[in-house]
């Protein structure tokens, strides 16, 4: 088993100093352990019988929890929290986490929040920190969106960004946000070491989308799928009630379709999932408003789950770019509903459309239990790691294990759904939509069910 990656991390130095949290080294004594820097996760589980595998630290994680020994003495930290980039289930239970783990467990009392993203960082916009203790921060995890505020751009300034961490005698940043945030979060703090100061730069990996490289699940993902099913009900009764009724929902999903294939497996209701990573034609007689059209003859209604990214590399005519630096897409959704209506009108079928896209109303929901969970846990191991020195990092779920995880390797690619893999066979089989729509050349159509 080779690996191309190094997932190595960096530590600002010794750590010297003993950690105020009262733990254990011995097992079996019913008190929580320490972790050690040699206790590490496999990247990949899986082995053949009989096969002899040589680990390698290229191909482990380094754990994530409490050490013994730490970096920081408490009393000295002046932690930072910033989040950047759009809403998602879950920021204010992160803030919430890192607060409450770096005031109870370590007694740190100077924390603060960044307001509004990266720019809070910067002279020209003139924004406050805001001072964060449990009183502070207590019940937001009850709330959507973000306590301290947030905003696209901003992490380009660099120079000024790492100025503004020393004007505020900042020892340590945690980064709440997805790939643009972390690059941003990387190129900080590789400033910080051309400048020999000691502040940890620990990310948070914040997207819905849930496709981040390697990490097993990104917080808001399981928020953004129980409201994506509750969309998707809607959408069936909807088309279930009216004359030839179809229910087109858009969810999230710029590059990947995780979000769509996992609505599709909880709700099964939906007909057809349209993702970036499977290529579909529209046209032909094996196209997708074919088999809509026989769908609809069959069972006088359908639902059709669309990811934001699909059908990009037809739609997008001029690249253009957010404050974020992403890509800004054309409405996948908005020209699916015109292609629909339009080949139906063609034929003279009459169909009653309803389209919706509830991606703001998602983005803006407070976090189910179980990303509650997920993000409390995720906002102690980064409150850990920060004590600990750990820096240019971000913290991550991996084979059920939280790990610290090298921001430059985790932004070096991201995670999709493969279509050779076991989500979207299981995807094909809960809506029975073609393997693929497309007009083969050859004349084969494949079908769900159909050998290949």
């Not at 709440?176 to 100061?197: P, W, Y």
């Not at 393997?435 to 084969?444: A, H």
Request: aromatic residues 8%.
């Amino acid at each position: 088993m080779s690996v191309s990656f190094d997932f190595s991390v960096e530590d600002l130095g010794p750590r010297t100093i003993r950690s105020p949290i009262a733990m254990s080294k011995v097992h079996g004594d019913f008190i929580a352990n320490y972790v050690e820097d040699d206790e590490y996760v496999c990247l990949n589980p899986r082995m053949h019988l009989g096969e002899q595998a040589t680990i390698t630290r290229e191909q482990v994680f380094e754990c994530a929890g409490p050490r013994e020994m730490i970096y920081f003495s408490p009393k000295h930290v002046h932690a930072g929290i910033v989040s950047c980039g759009g809403l998602c289930p879950g920021i204010n239970d992160v803030i919430r986490a890192i607060v409450r783990c770096l005031w109870h467990r370590y007694g740190v009392r100077r924390i603060s929040g960044i307001r509004y993203g990266y720019k809070g960082f910067l002279q020209d916009y003139h924004y406050e920190t805001r001072a964060l203790s449990p009183d502070s921060v207590d019940d937001i995890h009850k709330l959507g969106g973000t306590y301290l505020g947030s905003a696209r751009g901003g992490g380009n300034e660099v120079s000024a960004i790492v100025d503004a961490l020393e004007q505020l005698n900042l020892n340590m940043l945690f980064t709440i946000g997805g790939d643009g945030t972390q690059r941003g979060s990387l190129e900080i703090a590789e400033e910080v070491s051309k400048r020999n100061l000691k502040i940890a730069l620990v990310g948070i990996p914040k997207t819905v989308d849930n496709d981040f490289s390697f990490i097993q699940r990104s917080f808001g993902f399981d928020t953004a799928v129980v409201k994506a099913v509750e969309v998707v009900t809607a959408a069936h009764m909807e088309a279930n009630s009216q004359i030839n009724g179809i229910g087109l929902v858009k969810v999230m999903g710029r590059d990947s379709g995780f979000i769509a294939a996992h609505t599709a497996l909880a709700s099964h209701e939906v007909n057809f999932v349209l993702i970036p990573e499977v290529p579909f034609e529209l046209d032909g007689p094996n196209g997708f408003l074919h088999h809509l059209e026989e769908r609809i003859k069959a069972r006088k209604h359908a639902v059709i789950v669309v990811a934001e990214g699909a059908m990009q590399d037809q739609l997008i005519k001029e690249i253009k770019r957010d404050a974020g630096g992403n890509v800004k897409m054309e409405d996948v959704g908005i020209f699916l509903k015109g292609k629909i209506q339009e080949y139906f009108d063609a034929k003279g079928m009459e169909v009653n459309l309803k389209y919706i896209d509830p991606s703001y109303m998602i983005r803006s929901a407070r976090a189910e239990p179980s990303d509650s969970i997920y993000c409390e846990r995720l906002g102690n191991a980064a409150a850990h790691a920060a004590m600990s020195g750990k820096t240019k990092i971000v913290i991550g779920l991996v084979n059920n294990e939280f790990v610290h995880l090298p921001i430059k390797v985790v932004i070096s690619q991201r995670s999709k759904v493969d279509p050779e893999g076991s989500l979207w066979r299981d995807t094909l089989d809960a809506t029975h939509q073609p393997i693929l729509m497309v007009n083969n050349p050859m004349g084969k159509i494949f079908s769900a069910g159909e050998e290949q």
